[in-house]
């Protein structure tokens, strides 16, 4: 990987890692249309540079982690059964991440984004805020980010599509994503580096870090701009493009 690839990974991180269309999933179309082999190094620089997205969460919502005890504590709870399934089945989900799952996974959980936008109505007595969901709630929420181990399905489409089945707002459903990204990313960035440290060269270690802070910057406009596009805007035209994208990249590169 030379550092021309790292921009681009860290573009495409920054961009996805927010939207409901599945960074991880983009990162491995992208991976291999620039040639780069899904190594051991690769996937841990593909989710250590999550990082620097998260950064950029913490960045924006600060005031509010500084002075809520409560939204951290539904955000640890909302984490254990993700941390818990993620430990159980992660040597399984890894022989998932190729092209073609993440184009299937694209394609299926875009036309349920769909369905479900299409049904759902945003009501008044909707869970405005995401400090005032239920602990209950949150434990489910974690249930539901756990599904986008699979990759193509996204994190955070996974959570925000559990939150509007649970009765939240868009804008509060698309917050508390963000926000459960904080421990989830931490932990499966540190669980990464520690289990591949031996695979990290300094020309790697260089490549890590410009990806980082490109994918810090990325996320930072894109969090600003979905947050401002949801008050008006349903998330169909993201169920549209994960089938478009899925079907475009069967049909050139895998069929």
């Not at 620097?52 to 909302?78: C, D, F, M, P, Q």
């Not at 698309?174 to 990290?200: C, H, Q, R, W, Y």
Request: aromatic share 14%.
């Amino acid at each position: 990987m030379n550092i021309l690839d790292a921009i681009i990974l860290g573009i495409v991180e920054g961009i996805t890692e927010f939207l409901p269309i599945s960074s991880t999933g983009h990162m491995i179309l992208v991976s291999y249309l620039l040639g780069l082999k899904q190594n051991s190094f690769e996937k841990t620089f593909e989710i250590a540079i999550q990082l620097g997205a998260i950064l950029a969460v913490v960045s924006i919502y600060r005031e509010k982690l500084t002075r809520n005890i409560e939204l951290w504590k539904k955000l640890i709870a909302a984490f254990i059964p993700t941390g818990i399934i993620g430990l159980a089945l992660h040597h399984y989900v890894e022989e998932l991440f190729n092209p073609f799952v993440v184009s299937i996974a694209l394609i299926f959980w875009g036309a349920v984004f769909i369905v479900i936008e299409l049904l759902y109505k945003e009501k008044e007595h909707h869970i405005s805020e995401p400090e005032k969901i239920s602990y209950l709630k949150a434990v489910m929420l974690g249930v539901f980010q756990s599904l986008a181990m699979i990759p193509g399905t996204s994190r955070s489409g996974a959570t925000i599509i559990g939150g509007l089945l649970l009765g939240m707002k868009r804008v509060a459903a698309t917050e508390f994503s963000f926000l459960l990204a904080i421990p989830t990313m931490f932990a499966a960035t540190g669980f990464e580096i520690v289990k591949n440290f031996k695979d990290f060269t300094p020309e790697g270690g260089i490549a890590l870090i410009v990806g980082f802070v490109t994918a810090f910057v990325f996320a930072y406009i894109s969090v600003k701009w979905l947050l401002n596009f949801i008050k008006t805007h349903t998330f169909i035209p993201f169920g549209i493009y994960r089938i478009v994208v899925g079907f475009l990249f069967l049909k050139l590169f895998l069929l």
